[in-house]
């Protein structure tokens, strides 16, 4: 199937470059290796569940209308699964958030899940480990 997708000239010029580096024939097999890799990330979050501890780290550009008080607001909804929290400020529109998080998988996904919907979100991982005990 073909598609048609329009991107910021800045996301694709670094997509270009990258694809360069790693001697993909075309930008086609490119953007089917970054959909696999989508498709199997959130197989890996669907997974998550149990008692989990969680790190989130969101990199986001605060002059973005809105996304500061949206992302306040996720984490007052999370308050009980968020136990701490670090702000850097990158450069003078980009701020890093480090969340911490423990307790059931579902909500520690969800809230991974809803700072990646976030408008003006740069980028958003989530890394998860267990508590510990089964290992
Ligand atoms: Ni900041």
Known sequence: MRIGVSLPENLLNKFDEIIQQRGYSSRSEGVRDAIRNYIVNFEWMNDIDGERVGVITIVYDHSQKGLEDNLTEIQHDFGSTI???LHVHLSQ???????VL???GEDVRKTAERMMALKGAKHVKLTTTSIGKEL
């Open 83 to 85: 136990k701490s929290s």
């Open 93 to 99: 529109n980009t701020c890093l958030e480090v969340v």
């Open 102 to 104: 423990r307790g059931n």
